[in-house]
């Protein structure tokens, strides 16, 4: 069979999956309830025991888990096994400074692998394959994901991380790259940077597997043509598991969910009812297979709507569609999640009870984060120096919390834009 | 012996040095010296007026940053090396030279520089003791 990494999975029946999923559920709640106490506190308190979830569709008598929790919980608090048995942290940003840290046992990596692999093999992809990995490696799932994948798989895996444009050219170019994994800003960046270079010719490109921020059908367009690839979309959060969540089959009409690791529900963001399929709201996921990071229904704060259609790449997981928003304000830039809250709190521990605003634009394929403060009359001196040193001063701060760079410009005061008295803490001038 | 300088933040946006100019001169403040530091986002517009407080007043309610320093007024020889002889003064002295800018008054004579420098008392008693001549804000006013 072509195009499947795991066709016993990927084309299962329907029902045999909702049967798969209830028995794995089952188990994963009685896990959690043994050893992940602080969710068990919150079961206590929703009046629910293991014994109540009987199958998939109890799924929605169990708490929520949210941002808020991975905070409180920050940093053991969600582990769901011993420390023995954990071998791996992914990391990302959080809401006020503290960063989401989940783990993961070698089963979990595995199991993420697989469904990496998965999202490699959809696009026609084998062990034939050369897959150059262009995500950032470390802390960021990206890279140690579709790295993963692409092993399972058994391509030639190229494990270049993000950035070193004219290597990431090189080796595309004399190692016959086919497969480019990474965000779809820096496909675009990459992809001018070859029609610049003249090295169109030599390039072998044949898919591209894009995800970590959003992007539209225009831009994939662009990249399709730019690089003559077929572009798909990948989707995840280090909270589930990292990419891999869901992928993109030929179609293009939305991503397949690997549902026998992770089950999907949309919901009403304000009054948190399981919403019927078709409807547009909120995607909360719950692991059921996963060890050491059991999340069970995290609230993503993704906005998308699912499907179980019959696709006709033989696949019967559930699609999700392109993301439509968010029900917070977490920005992605650069791949990066951003909240104005954490900035906040940068200003507040630098004594600044100032106004500020983050302006998003993308300059070169690249997204550009510009944070304008207004001067306080403290804050104010008459020489230049001094105002540039608070400028470079908040730029590091800012650099160390969010981990990417901003441009720090002191603005005059209340000259930041207000809609009804209420500032107007973000200007998204991103056009993708 | 120092002078009360104005400073006020202007952003690097058209009509914005104007707006500040305008609000001084609608008030009937006069402008003895200025002076304008700029970088590639903003600007600090330093000024000596006739009267600093009404200025300070005036330009806060127009919705400016202002700020209030004290810097010397030095009268140096009009000839060359004029200026040269009293910054080695203070440099000698170990006071640093913030910064400078020259203003104009009728006279032949003398020219007229204004100093922010980081340490306002030595630097008055240097040049004091080396005969140096500063202006008194009612000297400068008038003239």
């Not at chain 1, 990302?92 to 783990?103: D, E, I, K, N, Q």
């Not at chain 1, 004594?351 to 998003?360: E, R």
């Not at chain 1, 009359?377 to 919390?401: C, G, Q, Y």
Request: glycine share 6%; hydrophobic share 40%.
């Amino acid at each position: 069979m072509q195009n499947y990494y795991q066709p016993e999975i990927e084309c299962m029946p329907q029902a045999d999956m909702k049967a798969l999923q209830s028995r794995r559920l089952k188990n994963q709640v009685w896990h959690v309830w043994d050893n992940v106490s602080y969710y068990k506190e919150k079961m206590v308190k929703a009046g629910v025991t293991p014994d109540d979830i009987k199958s998939i569709d109890d799924l929605h008598k169990l708490p929520f888990v949210t941002k808020d929790d991975l905070r409180e919980a920050y940093p053991y608090g969600l582990l769901g096994v011993s420390l023995r048995d954990a071998v791996r942290i992914q990391s990302t940003s959080g809401t006020t400074g503290r960063r989401v840290v989940a783990f993961y046992t070698q089963h979990d990596i595995d199991l993420w692998e697989d469904c990496c692999a998965r999202a490699i093999a959809a696009t026609g992809s084998t062990k034939d394959d050369v897959v150059q990995v262009a995500y950032g490696y470390g802390l960021f799932t990206g890279g140690p994901g579709m790295n993963g994948g692409s092993h399972k798989l058994g391509s030639l895996t190229l494990p270049m991380s993000s950035g070193f444009t004219e290597r990431q050219l090189q080796f595309m170019c004399d190692l016959e790259a086919t497969v480019l994994c990474c965000t779809p800003s820096y496909a675009e960046f990459l992809a001018e940077s070859i029609e610049e270079s003249g090295l169109t010719d030599k390039i072998k490109l044949k898919a591209g597997i894009f995800g970590a921020e959003a992007w539209s059908n225009e831009m994939r367009l662009r990249i399709e043509e730019k690089l003559g690839i077929k572009a798909y979309d990948i989707y995840g959060l280090t909270e589930i598991t990292g990419p891999g969540v869901s992928f993109e089959c030929c179609e293009q009409t939305g991503m397949h969910i690997n549902e026998d690791h992770f089950v999907a529900e949309i919901i009403d963001p304000e009054t948190e009812e399981v919403l019927h399929e078709g409807s547009k709201g909120e995607i909360v996921f719950t692991c059921i297979t996963k060890q050491a990071f059991p999340l069970l229904r995290y609230r993503t704060r993704d906005i998308c709507v699912l499907s179980s259609d019959a696709c006709s790449c033989g696949r019967t997981l559930k699609k999700m569609s392109r993301l439509m928003g968010r029900s917070d304000d977490m920005l992605i830039i650069k791949g990066v999640n951003v909240f104005p809250s954490q900035i906040e709190t940068v200003l507040i521990e630098y004594g600044l009870s100032s106004n500020y605003q983050l302006v998003i634009d993308r300059h070169n394929h690249s997204d550009t984060l510009e944070v304008c403060v207004e001067l306080t009359p403290e804050m104010f001196s008459d020489t230049v120096r001094a105002i540039e040193r608070r400028e470079r001063e908040l730029h590091e701060k800012i650099k160390n919390i969010l981990g990417i760079a901003a441009k720090v410009t002191m603005v005059a005061p209340k000259t930041i834009t207000r809609s009804e008295g209420k500032a107007i803490r973000v200007v998204d001038k991103r056009k993708i | 012996m120092t002078v009360k300088q104005l400073s006020v933040f202007v952003e690097n946006k058209p009509g914005k040095l104007m707006e500040a100019l305008e609000a001084l001169a609608e008030s009937g403040i006069d402008l003895r010296a200025i002076s304008l530091a700029d970088t590639s986002d903003f600007g600090i517009l330093r000024a000596i007026v006739n009267r600093p407080d009404h200025a300070y007043e005036v330009l806060s309610e127009s919705g400016f940053l202002v700020k209030t320093n004290n810097v010397l007024a030095v009268v140096i020889g009009d000839k060359p090396g004029g200026l040269a002889s009293v910054v080695r003064l203070l440099s000698e002295g170990n006071v640093n030279i913030e910064y400078t800018y020259a203003f104009v008054a009728h006279s032949r004579d003398n020219a007229y520089v204004i100093l922010r420098v980081d340490n306002n008392d030595e630097a008055v008693n240097i040049l004091t003791k080396n005969k140096v001549t500063l202006l008194t804000e009612k000297e400068l006013y008038s003239m």
